[in-house]
C-alpha cells in the first residue's frame, strides 16, 4: 500500500467516524471522539497491514483472535461499570475507547506472542516428524561387540572377509587389556595365543571391508570382563560374539543375544547321514586296537575301525554313528568290505631275530 493510498485511508476513517458519531448522538465532542475512534482504527489496519508482510500466518491469526478477545472483554467490563457508575455521556465513551484501545491492544500483543509460540511449537513437531522419518529410512548399525575367547580364535577374520557379518564390531578396551596380558604371559602357549589374537585384530583392521571401533567404554563398578561386556551389550543394544560358554549364560540371564563362532562352525558343517560312504585320508592310529583316524575336510575327526594299516592313504569307510557335542562332532565308521579284503590292513610282523647269513 502505498503512502497516498494509506493517508487516504486514514482520512476516510477519521471522516466516517465523525459522521457516523455525530449522525448517532448529534453531538459535536461525540462527533470528535467518533473521528478519534475511525483514526485509531485506521492506523491498527496500516499496522497490522505492516505486519503482515514478514509475519506468520498463525502469528496473524493469534493476533486478531487476541484483539477480537481484547474488545469482547474490554466491552464485558466496561459496559456494568458505565450503567453504575456514569451517567455523563462523555465520560461514558471515554471510558470505553480508553478501556477498549487498552485491552484490545493487550489481547492483539498477546495473540500475537502465542501464535508465534504455536509456530514453533507447530516447527518442532515437523521437524520431530522428519527427523523420526530419517531415522526409519536409515537403517540402524549391526553392533557386535568381540571378547577375548573369539579374538584368540583368530577365524572372526575369516569370517569378515567372506562378507557374512556386517555392521561394526567393538572391541573394548578392558578387552585389549585382557589379550595384551595373555600376551605378554610367561607360558608360551599362553603367549601365542595372545599373539595370535592381536595379529586376527590387526588383519580384521586392515584385510577386510567390515568396521571396527575400539571403545573405550569401561564400568568400574565390575572388574570382571563378562559383566562389563554384558553392561557394554546394555548400553549400546548390541550383540556379543564370543566362544565362551558361560559368557553366553550370563548374557542369556541378562537378555543379551549372543552369537558363537563354534555353533556357526558346526551349522555349516556337511551333513553326513549313518550308512553313507566317505573317502578319507587316515592321518594315524587310533587308541583301540585297529583303529585309524582321519579328518574331514572341515576338521571333523573320523574314528575307521579296521583302518590301522592304512595310515596315509585314502580309503572308502561307511559311517556308523555321529556324536554330536558341544565342542564339535565326532563321526565313527568302518572301513569298507572291499577295502578290508585287499588283506592290506593286516600288519607284517617282523621277526625279532634275522638269521645271520
Known amino acids: 500500500m502505498s503512502i497516498l493510498l494509506k493517508a487516504f485511508f486514514v482520512l476516510l476513517a477519521a471522516i466516517s467516524g465523525y459522521l457516523i458519531a455525530l449522525q448517532l448522538v448529534n453531538n459535536e465532542l461525540t462527533a470528535y471522539i467518533g473521528m478519534l475512534i475511525g483514526l485509531i482504527i485506521a492506523l491498527a489496519a496500516i499496522r497490522i497491514e505492516m505486519l503482515a508482510k514478514d509475519t506468520p500466518a498463525r502469528t496473524l491469526i493469534g493476533g486478531v483472535i487476541g484483539i477480537i478477545s481484547g474488545l469482547v472483554v474490554a466491552n464485558l467490563v466496561t459496559y456494568p461499570l458505565v450503567l453504575q457508575y456514569f451517567n455523563n455521556p462523555r465520560i461514558e465513551y471515554s471510558v470505553y475507547i480508553i478501556v477498549n484501545v487498552i485491552i484490545g ?15 514453533a511449537e507447530f516447527q518442532k513437531l515437523k521437524n520431530r516428524g ?7 529410512d536409515v537403517p540402524l548399525k549391526n553392533l557386535l561387540i568381540l571378547d577375548t575367547s573369539v579374538i584368540i580364535d583368530g577365524r572372526i577374520a575369516d569370517i569378515c572377509e567372506t562378507g557374512f557379518i556386517d555392521g561394526t564390531l567393538i572391541v ?21 595365543r595372545g599373539t595370535r589374537g592381536l595379529d586376527a585384530l ?10 571396527v571401533e575400539i571403545s573405550s567404554e569401561d564400568f568400574p563398578m565390575t572388574d570382571k570382563v563378562d559383566m562389563k561386556l554384558v553392561e557394554l551389550a546394555k548400553k549400546r543394544t548390541a550383540k556379543i560374539l564370543t566362544n565362551d560358554i558361560n559368557l553366553h549364560k550370563i548374557a542369556k540371564l541378562n537378555g543379551i543375544p549372543t552369537l558363537n563362532i563354534n555353533s556357526l562352525a558346526n551349522a555349516v558343517k556337511p551333513v553326513i547321514l549313518p550308512g553313507e560312504e566317505i573317502r578319507i585320508l587316515v592321518a594315524k592310529e587310533g587308541k583301540e586296537n585297529n583303529q585309524g583316524v582321519g579328518y574331514l575336510d572341515d576338521g571333523t575327526m573320523v574314528v575307521i575301525d579296521d583302518g590301522a594299516g592304512f595310515v596315509g592313504k585314502t580309503i572308502s569307510a561307511n ?11 565326532m563321526v565313527f565308521s568302518k572301513a569298507t568290505a572291499a577295502t578290508a579284503s585287499t588283506g592290506e590292513h593286516k600288519k607284517k610282523k617282523e621277526p625279532i631275530f634275522k638269521a645271520v647269513e
Open 105 to 119: 491492544s493487550l489481547g492483539f500483543s498477546v495473540g500475537m506472542k502465542k501464535g508465534e509460540e504455536l509456530t
Open 130 to 136: 522428519e527427523n523420526q522419518k530419517d531415522k526409519k
Open 172 to 192: 573394548p578396551k578392558f578387552v585389549l587389556g585382557e589379550l595384551q596380558f595373555i600376551a605378554d604371559s610367561a607360558d608360551p602357549i599362553k603367549k601365542v
Open 202 to 211: 590387526q588383519r580384521l583392521q586392515k584385510d577386510t571391508p567390515i568396521e
Open 319 to 329: 559311517v556308523t554313528s555321529i556324536l554330536q557335542t558341544s565342542s564339535g562332532r
